[in-house]
T-cell receptor, first 111, second 116 residues
């Protein structure tokens, strides 16, 4: 998988939006952008994925830059239960069947 | 539909003992993946198996570690002669077929191995 860069940590207040950036300047045309999160003492959990267009689901929104070299995961109203490590992952055919996790962004939500 | 089930959730072994970690994939899933997460580190891919076949073991340490996924029963990750450095959380994921670029992966809750 191509490399992604994320901030180590971010803080947010409860009920406020959280914008998590991810840089992937070496992305290729066939790379999908996936986001997973890992709550404390849990296994990773799928959040959202996209290719070129912005995507929305019940958990979050994914905004993809026009040149696809960056993307932003948006949690519209953070709750305490959203405190987790969020991983931005690029997936392409060359990666086969592996998900390659980087360091992720640790999100702290303050009440 | 139960999710990916891993057991035990916690496992304590003395140095030199064997550890067996089990993973029951989601119903209808025939592909299993194992990951290891060392304390305060990210998840590292270990091995990808289909029923009765190891497809990719590029992340598996060459010695003491083995994995299987028999025709019947759960997938087993086996660590022989455990050392303190094996202490980690081991996660299993499953899918109905090879992960496609557009599909999600389903992970279990993990087994936390502590070697004393």
């Amino acid at each position: 998988d191509a490399k992604t860069t994320q901030p180590n940590s971010m803080e947010s207040n409860e009920e406020e939006p959280v914008h998590l950036p991810c840089n992937h300047s070496t992305i290729s045309g066939t790379d999908y952008i996936h986001w997973y999160r890992q709550l404390p003492s849990q296994g990773p959990e799928y959040v959202i994925h996209g290719l070129t267009s912005n995507v929305n689901n019940r958990m979050a929104s994914l905004a993809i830059a026009e040149d696809r070299k960056s993307s932003t995961l948006i949690l519209h109203r953070a709750t305490l239960r959203d405190a987790a490590v969020y991983y931005c992952i690029l997936r392409d055919e060359a990666a086969g069947n592996k998900l390659t996790f980087g360091g992720g962004t640790r999100v702290l939500v303050k009440p | 539909n139960a999710g990916v089930m891993q057991n035990p959730r916690h496992l304590v072994r003395r140095r030199g003992q064997e550890a067996r970690l089990r993973c029951s994939p989601m119903k209808g899933h025939s592909h299993v993946y194992w990951y290891r997460q060392l304390p305060e580190e990210g998840l590292k891919f270990m091995v990808y198996l289909q029923k009765e076949n190891i497809i990719d073991e590029s992340g598996m340490p060459k010695e003491r570690f083995s994995a299987e996924f028999p025709k019947e029963g759960p997938s087993i990750l086996r660590i022989q002669q455990v050392v303190r450095g094996d202490s980690a959380a081991y996660f299993c994921a499953s899918s109905p077929g090879p992960w496609r670029l557009r599909t999600e992966a389903f992970f279990g809750q993990g087994t936390r191995l502590t070697v004393v």
